[in-house]
């Protein structure tokens, strides 16, 4: 009998999947004789408890029958090899797949990889101080064994600290029933989907938008009706006259604008979604960094009909591999989210969720928040500074004082001289981010995202010296360096 | 003017939200002034800095107007309370939370809360040894800063880990890019309907069967058909004509009779998916602890056709608390399921990751199996002996020497007089938890299922001692203790 064994793993192993693969193959016949062990072990130059062991595990799957000693022999199971139908060109995926498949093929800007400046948007900072404080927190929280309750809502503690949180520095008043830990901002969308959309169902997008909400929606089944921004934010008057189930919107800071919602259209959303009786999606996904006053409140706090369902983020404040946030969510809703949840994935890792409650019940987080916004504002600043200097007026700063990115328009530029830029800017290191794709159709101007987490304060004067030489070059002036 | 501060947080915020609900419940109207800070820091016996915060954030907001010094002005927002409909009383919700609404309103069994002898299942083994390890991997793994690749498949490092575990332990020959992490077994079953299934497909499970599948599935508009198990599991002579679109098995050991899959019916299984164009669910969630033999190799192994999505966990033979599980998915569908996985949370925490890629590369991991299957091995044996000594005849135990818990048949007992037991037994301390729950149908016998992680030797023998009494009792005999 030939056997070829594979090298894979202990040679049991390689000897049980050998003589399975003849059975299966029909070189071995239902009622076949196998060879003694001690003859097998001579063939193969292995050891006799090597064979040993795997006549024991085919008999164990039942391959084989028979004593050792007695003889064993090949099972007779029926086993015609099926005509083979591959998998791949046949079942069609879901609904669900098509769609998702379809969002996820329209690119959303392109990524620098590499590069010596790469101003890319939307990951946080990195704090190698706080590497130390977390893995002290962790270790603390892995004797964390607790069980009971609803897990399903989250850890208590946590929530209660998310409640002080939201109360001293976003104006929310919430209770640890109102709130559910989820696995991150884009959790949060996918839940809200399940619970209240249903294929075709209508959800109201900012122009621009974010492209998480975006997909999650679109994926879903959604039916999205972008709705125009200016530099007050969402601009209310012009929402649909059908009925939403759902309006998405960033009031404290417009991703990836910049905007900041003005009072006077919270509260017109606010009566538009209690008239068309819809609800509203605040994503506060980074309202911790702001730079010339405190925070704005949160619309969830002028929210007397209880429609908004705020979310808030730990891995933009922290780091980008955890993955936790929360949403404070309406009564009404409040059994299905957490239902929702619960069929999703039961429930977040406890451990990192006691770390993080005890992080914050010893203001080690509040600490880490003033030390990241300090840093930040600096950047910013010097973001800020070397535009004046270096890109003069040729763009205009759109300057929220507040989050990780600056967007700039560019005067006088079309999408092909825009594209352009952004491959000039490449090819001498440095990563530029359009905002064209983070709208639905061609925008009427065109801007671009400078995220300022990535570099220290050096790099990014150095990089805004460089913006001004490619714009330069893109006038017509320096050519190639 | 009359404001009443709330007590909660800071003052300067207690007082910001006093003056807008002043405002926005119309008592201060646009145009009226503010009383000047100083005025109003005596009034409320205040320092007037907390005042100056307060007017500078209202400001901020756009409540007010004009400068400090010059007086401020409440803006001419327009702001009527829009007429309130209750949010509870009329959105209706999706079609999936309406469904996952009746599935979670059915219960699994009820649960014994602070009993002496708790017999749950489903929990894992607590070792408090394995939360020291896992304090120094996490806090090992806590610099973890990777941030580019796939996140969304997982760590490559614990893909890597899983994929060697697979070929020593489980037969299982996959590659990195086979493998997904995701949150747990829950979130397989949940990302496998979102990329298989319509509303309405059909979805094979076994009879009874695990009912987080279960409510996965059906919350997910599957139309469930369950096909009945005996001794050598699904009896796949049953399986139905019309072709389902997912086929949901647990081989290894099934949840909860523990009866295991024989190779012909594995072989029919796959063959029939095959040749219906279908996908096999192979969820191998407890298959580490088996106590006679080398664990069976999956079914996995035997799938030439790749139609077999396998789920393994480690929330069992870690605990619990961690949310981390795998999927080896077919090629076809493999981009599908890296796609729904991202937009439903991105990917999973990349710390815990990293930390169970290196427990699993130092051997760490190997040795807790080692060390938890001979503990559970021991507990099982004595759940057995006592079987034999308390409850002689009366129960026929099935013994799959495999898993966390044993299932016992009660001989002559029907749903009434098992419930009566249960009661019974509840009252003196033991809590013991039926089959029949696991069902879709009424069963035709009537069992028990008991867990024997959560309890020592010696406490699973005073248990069996306490069930042999409770038989006793409901034979007519002892009557109350």
Redesign the interface.
């Known amino acids: 009998m030939f056997l070829e064994l594979d090298g894979?793993?202990?040679q049991y192993?390689q000897l049980?999947?050998a003589i399975?693969a003849a059975i299966?193959g029909g070189r071995l016949v239902a009622g076949a004789r196998l060879p003694p062990t001690r003859a097998l072990a001579r063939d193969l130059d292995i050891s006799r408890i090597t064979v040993l062991?795997a006549y024991?595990?085919l008999r164990?799957?039942?391959?084989i029958e028979g004593r050792v000693g007695s003889g064993s022999y090949v099972?007779a199971?029926?086993?015609?090899?099926?005509?083979?139908?591959?998998?791949?060109?046949?079942?069609a995926?879901?609904?669900?797949?098509r769609r998702?498949?379809a969002?996820?093929d329209r690119t959303i800007g392109l990524l620098h990889?590499g590069l010596r400046y790469d101003l890319q948007y939307g990951?946080p900072q990195?704090h190698p101080a706080l590497?130390?404080l977390?893995?002290?927190e962790?270790?603390?929280a892995?004797?964390?064994?607790g069980?009971?309750g609803s897990r399903a809502q989250g850890l208590l503690a946590l929530r209660q600290q998310i409640c002080d949180y939201l109360?001293?520095r976003r104006?929310v008043?919430a209770q640890p029933e109102d709130v559910l830990i989820?696995?991150?901002t884009?959790?949060a969308f996918?839940l809200t989907a399940?619970?209240?959309?249903?294929e075709g169902?209508r959800v109201v997008l900012e122009e621009p938008s974010y492209f998480?909400a975006r997909?999650?929606f679109a994926?879903h089944g959604a039916r999205l009706v972008p709705v125009r921004t200016d530099d007050e934010g969402l601009v209310c008057a012009e929402l649909p006259r059908q009925t939403p189930?759902l309006i998405y919107v960033t009031p404290s800071h417009q991703f990836p604008s910049g905007s900041v919602l003005?009072?006077?259209r919270r509260?017109?959303l606010?009566?538009y979604a209690?008239?068309h009786?819809?609800?509203v999606m605040e994503d506060d996904y980074d309202s911790e960094f702001r730079y010339?006053?405190?925070p704005?409140?949160a619309m969830r706090?002028?929210d007397?009909?209880?429609?908004v369902i705020y979310v808030g983020t730990f891995s933009k404040v922290m780091?980008?591999?955890?993955?936790l946030a929360y949403m404070v969510v309406?009564?009404?809703?409040r059994?299905?989210f957490i239902?929702?949840k619960?069929?999703?994935?039961?429930?977040?890792?406890?451990?990192?969720q006691a770390a993080l409650a005890h992080f914050m019940e010893s203001s080690g987080f509040e600490r880490h928040l003033r030390h990241a916004t300090k840093e930040l504002k600096a950047r910013r600043e010097t973001v800020i500074q070397g535009l004046h200097r270096h890109a003069g007026d040729r763009v205009e700063i759109a300057d929220s004082q507040a989050g990780m990115h600056v967007v700039v328009w560019l005067r006088g530029y079309n999408r092909a001289r825009t594209e352009a830029l952004i491959a000039y800017a490449h090819e001498r290191g440095l990563g530029l981010y359009p905002m064209a794709p983070h709208y639905s159709k061609a925008p009427a101007r065109q801007g671009l995202i400078l995220g300022y987490c990535g570099l220290s304060s050096t790099g990014l004067n150095e990089a805004m010296q460089l913006f001004g030489y490619c714009l330069d070059a893109l006038d017509g002036g320096a050519g190639s360096r």
Not at 77 to 91: D, F, L, Q, S, V
Not at 142 to 145: E, G, K, M, P, R
């Open positions: 894979q793993g202990p192993a049980t999947r399975k299966l062991a024991e595990q164990a799957e039942g391959f099972t199971i029926e086993h015609k090899p099926a005509p083979r139908h591959p998998a791949r060109t046949i079942a995926p879901s609904r669900y797949a998702a498949r969002v996820q990889h990951n990195v590497n130390d977390w893995a002290r962790l270790a603390r892995a004797t964390y064994t069980q009971s109360a001293r104006g008043q989820v696995s991150g884009q959790q996918a399940r619970v209240l959309l249903d169902d998480g997909q999650a994926a189930r003005s009072l006077p509260l017109e606010l009566r209690n008239t009786r819809c609800w010339d006053s405190r704005l409140t706090s002028l007397s009909s209880d429609r780091f980008g591999a955890l993955r309406p009564t009404a809703l059994d299905d239902t929702a619960y069929l999703g994935d039961f429930f977040c890792p406890m451990i990192e």
